[in-house]
């Protein structure tokens, strides 16, 4: 056989392998079960609307107030990473390795938990998810957003201090800007992910008017004993990401047109 043959007659076999496996599948699986434990209209009618007008809403609200302040707080560690004054990286990458290396779960814990006891205080829960998420977003985001600066050519500074700009107005009004231009698509991809981090947020504990999207599903999950809730809830999850990953795509896509 040529290897031309060789590569059909393996892509057949594969082909073969595979609507063999769908197959048995289809025909081994008991339907009426899995349609009954998994895809119930009954339960996953009665989600409606509190799974978009609660669960949802309270998903979207985390996700934005601990990427912005993720983002905020990002940008100050990556100019403080960039320094010249080496007590303000020293600071800026202990702070990195120590909240990109530690579990999510445990930093809202302390946060939320660990500290409010410590000290005696309580804090609101919007402020507590917002340091929570947002300060193992900024740890991340912090050495997305220096390499983004790292990449803008240093001519562009360059240029900017001979036409008279200062050093800081000329990072403002010049790098800063392109650098973002270069990380949109991985500053997406940390959107995403604070999206699906927000379902650790039950260690905080939950009302019904603040719980979020897998909290929600949970909770149905043990009163109904039926996993349509956690379909439901992933369908929603997805109806939120996948957008936001073909964003994504795109603007890699515009990016590598552009350069």
């Known amino acids: 056989m040529t290897k031309r043959q060789k590569q059909a007659l393996f892509r057949g076999v594969m082909y073969a392998l595979f609507v063999l496996a769908v197959l048995l599948m289809v025909l081994l699986a008991d339907w009426p079960v899995i349609r009954r434990n998994f895809f119930n209209a009954e339960i996953a009618r009665d989600m409606f609307p509190e799974v978009l007008t609660i669960a949802a809403r309270n998903t979207l609200l985390y996700t934005f107030l601990a990427f912005s302040f993720g983002l905020l707080f990002g940008l100050l560690l990556a100019l403080m990473r960039l320094s010249s004054i080496p007590p303000y990286r020293w600071v800026a990458k202990i702070y990195i390795e120590i909240f990109r290396g530690l579990p999510a779960l445990l930093t809202i814990f302390l946060v939320g938990i660990g500290i409010p006891i410590a000290f005696g205080t309580r804090w609101p829960i919007l402020l507590t998810i917002t340091l929570g998420l947002g300060i193992v977003a900024a740890a991340y985001m912090a050495e997305t957003i220096r390499a983004g600066i790292e990449g803008v050519p240093k001519g562009q500074m360059e240029a900017a201090r001979s036409l008279g700009m200062s050093y800081t107005w000329a990072m403002i009004s010049v790098i800063i ?47 109904r004993a039926n996993a349509t809730p956690l379909i439901v809830v992933g369908a929603v999850y997805l109806m939120i990401t996948v957008p936001m990953t073909q964003l994504v795509a795109v603007l890699e896509r515009r990016n590598r047109r552009s350069r």
Do not use: H
Not at 184 to 194: A, D, F, K
Not at 195 to 219: N, Q, W, Y
């Open 177 to 223: 800007p392109q650098g973002f231009r270069i990380i949109i698509p991985p500053l997406t991809n940390e959107l995403v992910l604070l999206i699906k981090d927000t379902s650790l947020l039950f260690v905080l504990g939950t009302t019904p008017a603040t719980k979020e999207l897998l909290k929600f599903g949970r909770d149905l999950l043990q009163n």
